[in-house]
């Protein structure tokens, strides 16, 4: 069983640049998220999708955008990486909202 | 807005010493409480869960109250064991008119059990 998987495991860019983090599962759920961690901070969200075809801002959207590409994939994507973006990025999805989430084993970002 | 405040660690313990972190919560209405556990190089793992007052999560020795009286929601264990080593995360989610909002969570207490 797959559930949730992230890809890549681990990316450095430089401040600037722009990449694509990808995230799909294949548990038939409708709601996915991203999160990202840092150290005291605990985990932060930054966009959700309830369902296919919606997405809604987090705790801490700016700098990012999503796409719900169909029900099965949630990209985040960073337009211009900035070094307070450095943390690990965790996708996850569960079957509705409030229902207990799936984690993905998350990208470690570094942003020099 | 709703929160999730759990106690600082790092919390060290010998093997089979009893496990309390401690876990409190701000909310309107009736939220389901959850804990979720990360071992090293891992996501989250949902470990339990309680969705209404007084109710008792419980799972691999685990186990959690929600305390509504006391919005609390601690996770104990009576006898902890080296592989319990890895870093506890309490957290809720509420219902709204649309629907329920996603997991808001603390910041982790990490374990870590010595043989």
């Known amino acids: 069983n797959a559930g949730v998987t992230q890809t890549p495991k681990f990316q450095v860019l430089k401040t600037g640049q722009s990449m694509t983090l990808q995230c799909a599962q294949d548990?038939?759920?409708?709601?996915m998220y991203w999160y990202r961690q840092d150290p005291g901070m605990g985990l932060r969200l930054i966009y959700y999708s309830a369902s296919e075809g919606t997405t809604d801002k987090g705790e801490v959207p700016n700098g990012y955008n999503v796409s719900r590409l169909n029900k099965r994939e949630f990209s985040l994507r960073l337009e211009s990486a900035a070094p307070s973006q450095t943390s690990v990025y965790f996708c996850a999805s569960s079957e509705t909202g409030g229902s207990p989430l799936h984690f993905g084993n998350g990208t470690r970002l570094t942003v020099t | 807005g709703d929160s999730v405040t759990q106690m600082e660690g790092p919390v060290t313990l010998s093997e089979e010493a009893f496990l309390t972190i401690n876990c409190t919560y701000t909310a309107t209405g009736y939220p389901s409480l959850f804990w979720y556990v990360q071992y090293p190089g891992e996501g989250l793992q949902l470990l339990l869960k309680a969705t209404k007052a007084d109710d008792k999560g419980s799972n691999k020795g685990f186990e959690a109250t929600y305390r509504k009286e006391t919005t609390s929601f601690h996770l104990e264990k009576g006898s902890v064991q080296v592989s319990d080593s890895a870093v506890y995360f309490c957290?809720?989610?509420?219902?709204?008119?649309?629907?329920?909002?996603?997991?808001?969570f603390g910041k982790g207490t990490r374990l870590s059990v010595i043989a």
């Open positions: 957290a809720l989610s509420n219902i709204r008119n649309s629907g329920n909002t996603p997991l808001v």
């Open positions: 548990m038939n759920h409708n709601s």
